[in-house]
């Protein structure tokens, strides 16, 4: 693994790079680049990914959102879901400068929200040739709906009355106000996937000094609750698409969504007895994505038709 920088736009972007066992940089390697969750950085779930993928003969490419971690941006802790896609665009750019990498044959896997980003970001950018979802999430349509989906997109009205009201008293000098990704003292009605992301990102199992779980309210829920991950997914996104969540995982119903709308070639594999976080770090779930995916890329990470991306 490699520590590295690269630009997107004006900003600095920090990324790790883990490379094949017994790489050559004579030869030209597929490539994958790994989207981590909200409130993530590239040390948790999706270096873990990357590193997986290095071990069967993929250059893998994890960094830090722009505003987060390592990575530059101001305000620091800023969800922007329409940065966060573009990221992703920037780690393309980067992975096709690399003359060790082959540019017809660079794919994506997004965790979660970076699931979410990563379809958006293949809708617009036919460069990433084949992706991956694991646990995916449409932040925008989660924090509207609920975790399960049960609202409708009108639930929305009562926070973005406060961001209104929190706004005006940020611009008349109130301190910014700050939410957590997960609740640090969840009760009986937060979700089991909530309660077990705590367990994550909050105790020594993945804990980080980058990822603080928390991000402004204002400027990011504002950006939030108008995003769609999924928006003219059905005629934008031409790549072939693998989608993996387990069948236990409250965030299930936007993987199966995702894949009832998508028309391009899809894959959904829905693992039994599998919760939303199993798949971050849980050595049974981590390897059954692995063994799906690694077969996908290959097949899918070859030289395309013009008229296919």
Known sequence: METITFANGPLTMSGNLCLPANFDASRSYPAIVTVHPGGGVKEQVSGLYASKLAEQGFVALA??????????????????????????????????????????????????AGGGYTVSAAMTDYRV????????????????????????????????RALARQRTA?????????????????????????VEAGDYYLTPRAQHPNAKNTFLFTKSVSRIFTFDAFHMVEDLLTQPVLVVAGSDAGSLWMSTELHGRVRSPKKLQVVEGGTHMDFYDVPEYVDRTIAAATPFFTEHLTARPADQG
Do not use: M
């Not at 665009?89 to 990498?101: C, F, G, T, W």
């Not at 991956?132 to 009205?157: E, M, Q």
């Not at 940020?170 to 909530?194: C, S």
């Open 63 to 112: 960094f830090d959102a722009s505003f987060q971690g390592d990575s530059g941006g101001e305000p620091r802790h800023l969800e922007d879901p329409y940065a966060r896609v573009d990221d992703v665009r920037a780690a393309v750019d980067h992975l096709q400068s690399l003359p060790y990498v082959d540019p017809e044959r660079i794919g994506a896997l997004g965790i979660c």
């Open 170 to 194: 940020e611009a008349q000098g109130a301190e910014a106000a700050h939410l957590p990704y997960v609740p640090a003292e969840p009760d009986e009605n937060t979700p089991r996937d909530l």
């Open 129 to 160: 040739k084949a992706l991956t979802t694991v646990s995916a999430v449409n932040i925008g349509t989660s924090f509207r709906r609920n975790w399960y989906g049960t609202d409708s997109d009108a639930a929305a009205v009562p926070t973005l």
